[in-house]
């Protein structure tokens, strides 16, 4: 786990032996299960490394001067599909409280082994649709922070994110490429939803060039309508033209 230990230095962490174990066991039955299910493309072992593990720890250079930011906040990870960025940062900060949340079953089915497998303790697999999970009390405005490994619009996660933020927390969503529209896009969002951008971090490792983490705050609770029904945040996203949206007064 050379490439591993070399990108967690740059970000300023010094994984143990016992980290560097169960990341290892991590990458094992990852490569095991994507035999029989489609968890990633990515399977190379120096590339996973990088694109996988490092890139779910680059969180952390969002993270600087929140309060929270201890060992034991709360974390969630919408859409973690093999677990990522969810997992690696649950190894990193093993007391902090993580909810790992995916629709596709036999994606959660491999999470609930792997959790097993690593010894993690504190974590939680739910198979359900962001869309209705943040309609729970449970689970509404719960979480210190929350991450997304982005496939969607930033508008569209944005809605799927913030709903789970408590006032204070941070949304903090992967992305890569030019974004100017976007960001135009999701931070319009994010007033409506009950946050603001607070910025863009650049990543600077080897491996992960034009990768940079789009940084959301909450700041006040968001409307009892959103996110809107599956598959709205998507078909509709909020900051679009023509979309509707009820801003924060």
Not at 58 to 87: H, N, Q, R, S
């Amino acid at each position: 786990m050379e490439k591993l230990e070399e990108g967690s230095r740059r970000l300023g962490l010094e994984l143990t032996a016992d980290q560097v174990r169960q990341f290892e066991a991590y990458y094992d039955s990852l490569v095991r299960w994507n035999r029989r299910v489609n968890l990633t493309g990515i399977t190379d072992r120096d590339e996973a490394q990088v694109r996988h593990f490092v890139d779910s720890l680059t969180v952390t250079l969002a993270l600087e001067g929140a309060p929270w930011a201890g060992d034991g906040f709360a974390l969630l990870d919408v859409g973690t599909g093999a677990g990522m960025p969810g997992i690696p940062l649950k190894v990193v900060y093993p007391r902090a409280r993580l909810v790992l949340l995916d629709s596709v079953a036999k994606k959660t089915a491999f999470l609930r082994e792997v959790v097993g497998e690593l010894g993690l303790e504190g974590v939680e697999v739910v198979t359900r649709r962001a869309e209705e999970l943040a309609h729970l009390a449970r689970y509404r405005e719960s979480f210190d922070l929350v991450v997304c490994r982005a496939v969607g619009s930033l508008a569209t996660v944005a809605e799927l994110m913030l709903p789970f933020c408590r006032k204070g927390g941070l949304a903090v969503v992967h992305k890569k490429g030019d974004m100017e529209r976007e960001l135009g896009q999701a931070e319009a969002a994010a007033n409506v939803l009950g946050g603001r951008l607070r910025g863009v971090r650049e990543v600077n490792i080897e491996g992960l060039e034009q990768h940079v983490l789009v940084v959301l705050e909450k700041t006040a609770a968001t409307p009892a309508a959103y996110p809107r029904r599956t598959g709205m945040p998507a078909k509709r996203p909020l900051g679009a033209p023509g979309a509707a949206m009820r801003p924060i007064r």
